[in-house]
Every structure is written in C-alpha cells, then in structure tokens.
C-alpha cells in the first residue's frame, strides 16, 4: 500500500470526508463568506461531482499511463486541491481566530496522506528534486488562489492546461533519458 499508484487511491476518499466536514458538520460556505467575496454560485455538491470526478479521471490516467506526466498531473490536482486547502483551514483559522470547517480533516488526513503520496513519488522517480516539490506547490497555491478570487471557471482553465503540461512533462523526461 506504500506505493504511489495505491496511494493516490486515498485522494477522493478523503475529499469526500473532508466534505462531510465542511458542509455536513459544519458549515463551511458561511463560514467563507463571512470572510471573502461571494464569488462561487455552484453548489457544495456540484463542487464535490466535479473535483472527485476529475481527480478519478487524472488517478485512472495515470494507473494507464504511469508516467511523470501522468503522476505531476495528480500531484498538482492533490497539491491544489488537498494540502493548500489544508493549509488554507489551517492559517485563516488562525487568522480570523475563528475555527475554518475543514481544518480537522485537513490536518488528520489531507496532509498525512499526501506527505506519504509525495514521500512515494520520490521514492518511484515521479519527482526528483525538492525545486520540483517546490513548483508543484507554487502551481498550486497559485491555482487555489485563483480559484478563491475568480471563482470556479479556474477549473475549467486548469482542465484545459492539463495535457499541455502532460506532454511537456513527458518531453523533459524523454530529453533526459535520451
């Protein structure tokens, strides 16, 4: 279970139960908008369809593909979506002084888990270096933020980048073992 294709796995359970989290414990969205603009009209459930389909889309890929593409594209998709919302509850909760819905399963499971699917995709090669970790975050905090001051269309940019950054992936890694 240690390896990076099981592992990725866990991605979806545990955005569903960090939603349960969010808007069935608590109430995340008035939570948000006591702090931040109004910019999402989509529903917490639509939200949850489209991003545990799209992480399943990308984990399937990659099961076919198993290549640095491949796995970069669900490390960016959990970067994004799991350890900078993690990170997100975490800060604002501090911040405001006011607990963010979202925190407890962002810290128990979103960063535990990605830290052993990261620590997997070093250890099988599907990142190399820390500067690598280090632009998969910074895509990814770039990514959310977008996401927290446009609104949901940053998904749909996202989605439509995705196989640009796969094939330019997999041509430095073809450059490098040519």
Known sequence: MT???????????IYAIHHFEEHIIFNFRDWRLTYFADNNAIATEEVLIRLISLLL????I????????SAHIVLFFL???QVVNALFHV????YF???SPGAITGVLLYLPINFLIFKAAFKEGFIKSYLELFFLFLAGVTCFALFEIIGPQVIAYT???TPIYYIMIN???NKETA
């Open 62 to 69: 990659h099961l076919l593909k198993n290549n640095r593409g």
């Open 159 to 161: 989605v439509l980048m």
């Open 79 to 81: 970067m994004t979506t």
């Open 3 to 13: 390896e990076f294709k099981n592992l990725i796995v866990l991605g979806p359970l």
């Open 171 to 173: 041509r430095i890694e």
């Open 57 to 60: 889309i990308m984990v399937f």
């Open 97 to 99: 002084a006011d607990f």
């Open 91 to 94: 800060f604002f909760s501090f």
